[in-house]
């Protein structure tokens, strides 16, 4: 039972992120035309400091809160955009990581609350699929 738990808590935090999102973009969308989705958001890249920092923080909340045989290591940075709305900062970011030997594309979203933060990856991480 636990391990369903473990299965279903973080899809069920990625739906309900993704819920939000979606009333946010109808929220927004009344006020600006249909065809600037991205600018509705107001997702601006975050400078190189925040998107490394952000990206450690998250790889070792993902390795340290989950019974995973095969860590994420050696991370490189791909994207890093953040959104500041209110009193919350939501930062979204991609990298590269090494996963059990592969490389993998691991996305992660962050939401900054009144100096307390959530990390949601998410999962599955995408394989960096290698030609021959």
């Known amino acids: 039972m636990a ?14 992120l993704l819920l939000l ?6 929220r927004s ?3 600006q035309p249909a065809s600037s989705i991205l600018p509705a958001l107001n997702l601006n890249p975050a400078s190189a400091r925040i998107g490394v920092y952000a990206m450690n923080l998250a ?6 809160a989950r019974d995973i045989p095969y860590p994420l ?13 209110g009193r919350e900062t939501w930062i ?3 990298a590269l990581v090494r996963q059990h030997g592969q490389l993998v594309f ?3 979203i962050i939401i900054l609350t009144d100096g307390f933060y959530r ?5 599955p991480f995408r394989r960096l699929v290698h030609p021959h």
Do not use: D, H, W
Not at 3 to 16: E, I, K, T, V, Y
Not at 21 to 26: A, C, D, G, R
Not at 59 to 64: F, K, M, P, S
Not at 119 to 123: D, F, H, N, S, T
């Open 106 to 108: 691991a996305k992660f």
């Open 3 to 16: 391990s369903a738990g473990r299965f279903l808590l973080p899809r069920a935090a990625l739906l309900l």
């Open 119 to 123: 990390v949601y990856p998410v999962v």
């Open 92 to 94: 979204t970011l991609e």
């Open 29 to 31: 969308s009344a006020a």
């Open 59 to 64: 790889i070792n909340e993902y390795n340290n």
């Open 21 to 26: 999102l979606l009333v946010l973009l109808l």
């Open 73 to 85: 290591r050696s991370p490189v940075l791909i994207e890093c955009l953040q959104m500041v709305q």
